[in-house]
């Protein structure tokens, strides 16, 4: 298991639309492990693959608290088939815009289709934490951000400020 770096506004990266995955083998348990691992470094409730830089639908998601045993969650090729519920606002933030947090509405429930890590397909109902989550980290497979959830004079914002870091950081690898 390693834990991978995690890409950060504005890189286009994050906009890409993940692809599916084709085959549910070792190769994929083994990069969810650096998912989970990644994850739980930063540390981050949810995680999906295109923000280590892998186009491929799958995100992993733990919402258990500190002082709770850990309850890693994958969900491969998920989709929403249905949404319930009055919109619900959420403080929400991401771990490729960190320590910005903006409120969200999103719908209450979602029904997610998706395959497990044994290749079984599930089914489940989520409300509450999960929900949020859920649909925060299945946009990112589609290249959607929270932050375009927000007003645009806040989204804009948050851009530049991102862009402005980016550009006076020292770029995060040389190569010589
Ligand atoms: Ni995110």
């Excluded at 969900?75 to 606002?89: D, L, W, Y």
């Excluded at 999960?130 to 948050?158: P, T, W």
Aim: aromatic fraction near 6%; glycine fraction near 6%; include cysteine.
């Amino acid at each position: 298991m390693s834990i991978r770096p995690i890409i950060l506004l504005p890189d286009p990266v994050l906009r890409e639309v993940s692809k599916p995955v084709e085959r549910i083998d070792d190769n994929v348990r083994k990069f969810a492990a650096d998912l989970f691992e990644t994850m739980y470094d930063a540390p981050g409730i949810g995680l999906a693959a295109i923000q280590v830089g892998e186009p491929r639908r799958l995100l992993v998601i733990d919402l258990a608290k500190e002082d709770e045993p850990k309850a890693p969650q994958a969900f491969i090729n998920p989709h929403i088939v249905s949404r319930t519920g009055e919109g619900v606002a959420y403080e929400e933030g991401c771990l490729s815009i960190p320590d910005y947090y903006a409120e969200v509405e999103r719908p209450k429930e979602v029904n997610v289709r998706y395959v497990d890590l044994e290749g079984k397909e599930q089914e489940i109902k989520a409300e509450g934490l999960l929900a949020v989550c859920l649909q925060h980290e299945i946009d990112h497979l589609n290249g959607v951000l929270f932050i375009d959830h927000i007003s645009r004079l806040k989204r804009d914002i948050v851009i530049r400020k991102f862009r402005k870091m980016a550009r006076d950081k020292p770029p995060a690898r040389m190569v010589g």
